[in-house]
């Protein structure tokens, strides 16, 4: 499906088209629509009872990670097959192996489920590109790391000449949301060898395409946005209960007033700072600075958890002014490709070990990362006025932050001169007066 959005439609109905795009089936994010999770199977040895196949994960879309816990990979066999070996990731349970005499496979469950191995796994259980927690950065971020490979070897085929690949994939991205097609034949896998002067290429590889969906995740909200501005004092600030503000929520302990003492209860559940918003992150977009031919932002990314960090964290933000040139100083940054929009959208991240980790709050203060923005003006479309500064859409990590409506957006003050060509009501009254001055 192709959506095309108008800039003259409202923002009511562009929604109402976005949530009516979105069934279970196809709904994805239409600023990344080509992103997928890819899962190749690649065979390159024939055993008497099987095939050993290098499994690669690799992440194709533009912002979305997998981030901790790391991803789940899970399969059906179409026969009785069984994992002799596994390197660099392994089978959760081996399951009923008690027909094996003389060797005992890794796994014989019949839907096996895969984890990666940590970083520290022992150098005889690692393959190249494994190991890496199941963490896979968005791939317009750190392309290097966004894919994990591991090793089988298959076997249980007995003297079977036709192999099947493993039907009902799944993956847990970490949590749900992701949904795979089916595992089907694909072109085999080229690779160079003798310094790229030689082509050599795989038996026969399979491959399956996994694509999320935000409705099938069903996730609360993360991340909200809040708006100031130099030409006028009032912060417009995240929308109450961005993040939920259930009465179970707020019984419990997983929110922690600024100031009082340090969280130490050992557990993974999240605490957060006590705000109206109730988010774990917050972005806010300040109009800085209006020069002659440049106007300045500056972009904060606030983390209120108490026991999380946002590692190789990333911020994308939709807005007019990014089809001019712009430069971040201490974020890095990419355009990324629009289609349908007429609206630039613009990617952001750390730099490597300066700003690349979003740390966690502690009792003193939140943890955060700032960037300023230069941007070019455009003398045509570039205004002040009806909020046209602020972001249309801002994503972290691939979520979208939940913006406040456009009525509540810092307004430009009436009686300020000089920020806006004269009303019109004023040229209407010089023209009047002329042509009054005419008829006398
Ligand atoms: C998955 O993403 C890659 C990179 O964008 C793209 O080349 C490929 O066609 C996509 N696969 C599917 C089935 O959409
Ligand atoms: C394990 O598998 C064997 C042979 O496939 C079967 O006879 C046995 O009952 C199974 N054991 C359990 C506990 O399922
Ligand atoms: C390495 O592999 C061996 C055999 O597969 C296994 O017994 C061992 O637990 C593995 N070690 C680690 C650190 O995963
Ligand atoms: C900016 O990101 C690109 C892509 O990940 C990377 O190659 C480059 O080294 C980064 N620059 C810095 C200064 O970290
Ligand atoms: C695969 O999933 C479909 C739908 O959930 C189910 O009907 C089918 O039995 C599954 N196939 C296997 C081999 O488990
Ligand atoms: C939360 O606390 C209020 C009063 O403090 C109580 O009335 C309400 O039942 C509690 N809700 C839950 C879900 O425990
Ligand atoms: C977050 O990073 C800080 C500094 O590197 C570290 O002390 C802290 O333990 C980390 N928190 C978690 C939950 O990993
Ligand atoms: C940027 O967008 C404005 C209006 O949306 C348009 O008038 C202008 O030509 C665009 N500039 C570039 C360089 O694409």
Redesign the pocket.
Known sequence: MCLAFHRSWPLALMLVLLVASCNLSDCYDPMDPNGNITITFDIHKWTNDGYVARVTVQNYYQYRLVDKPGWTIGWTWANAEVIWSMYGAFATQQGNCSNHMFQVPHSCKKDPVILDLTPEAAPENRTEGCCQSGLLSAWSVVPSKSFSSFEIQVGGLGKMTTVHPPVNLTLLGPGPGYTCGPVSDAEPTVSSDIGGKRKVQVFRTWKSTCTYSAFLANKSPVCCASLSSFYNPTVTSCPMCSCGC???K??TSSCISPGNAHPNSRDDTDVLQCTDHNCPVRVHWHVKNNYADHWRVKLTVSNYNYKRNYSNWNILVQHPGFNQSSKAFSFNSTMLPTVGFEDEVALFWGYDSYNNELLQANHDQLGSVTTEILLEKDADSFTLSNGWAFPRKIYFNGENCQMPLPDTFPMLPNHDVGLHPPPLGFLLLLTLLSLKQLLD
Do not use: G
């Open positions: 259930s009465e179970a707020q019984n």
